[in-house]
């Protein structure tokens, strides 16, 4: 089946730093992936939506300075956690549509620790 | 708006017991709905979904859902874990079939031997 790859997939970073997660659809191309936040024990909760080529779309209450999406190819979404604190630790999950196909496939997950 | 309640937060099974977990959503538009399987410190991977045609849908690992449009209910069933089976459950549903989703609380499954 169709795979979407992340990384890293642990970061540990310090406070006040920046971390860069990449989502990557190995095998198709997505026009459109999703970027979600899991706290530990939670649901999985939508934070953007990353188009190919244009700005990504937050939902309310992200702040959208501080998670930079950046959707420069088919088979590449970006997400920046600017300035990082530790409430900003979390397991980040993205997902991918298949441009062909339609179908959404998950990545495996980043999970982020800030010190 | 959409919304999805999974009732039961955890539910610990034997093996070789069947298992319900169960899923109510609330859309005012037509919706898809999905089951994903998540192990610990890893993604989601999809058991199966419902799109439209026949309300019993069959997925991965032994898995099945029905879905019930007049008790905007999508359980999920498995005649008999294992121990492999052990993992967090998520409802989920959907605009369209590659849409952004909103996902249940999860109910975390515990199959004890």
């Known amino acids: 089946g169709a795979v979407v790859s992340q990384h890293p997939s642990w970061v540990i970073c310090k406070s006040g730093t920046s971390v860069k997660i990449e989502c990557r659809s190995l095998?198709?191309?997505?026009?459109?992936m999703f970027w979600y936040r899991q706290f530990p024990k939670q649901s999985l909760m939508l934070m953007a939506t990353?188009?190919?080529?244009?700005?990504?779309?937050?939902e309310q209450g992200v702040e959208k300075d501080k998670f930079l999406i950046n959707h420069a190819s088919l088979t590449l979404s970006t997400l920046t956690v600017t300035s990082a604190h530790p409430e900003d630790s979390s397991f980040y999950i993205c997902?991918?549509?298949?441009?062909?196909?339609?179908?959404?496939?998950f990545g495996e997950g980043s999970r982020l620790t800030v010190l | 708006a959409q919304s999805v309640t999974q009732l039961d937060s955890q539910v610990p099974v034997f093996e070789e017991a069947p298992v319900e977990l169960r899923c109510n959503y609330s859309?005012?538009?037509?919706?898809?709905l999905f089951w994903y399987v998540q192990y610990p410190n890893q993604g989601l991977q999809l058991l199966l979904k419902?799109?439209?045609?026949?309300?019993l849908v069959k997925g991965i690992n032994g898995f099945e859902a029905e879905f019930n449009k007049s008790q905007t209910s999508f359980h999920l069933r498995k005649p008999s874990v294992h121990i492999s089976d052990t993992a967090e459950y998520f409802c989920?549903?959907?605009?369209?079939?590659?849409?952004?989703?909103?996902f249940g609380g999860g109910t975390r499954v515990l199959v004890k031997p």
């Open positions: 095998d198709f191309q997505a026009t459109t």
């Open positions: 990353s188009n190919e080529g244009s700005k990504a779309t937050y």
């Open positions: 419902y799109l439209s045609g026949s309300t």
């Open positions: 989920a549903v959907g605009k369209a079939a590659g849409n952004k989703l909103t």
């Open positions: 997902s991918a549509k298949d441009r062909a196909g339609g179908e959404l496939f």
């Open positions: 859309s005012s538009v037509s919706v898809y």
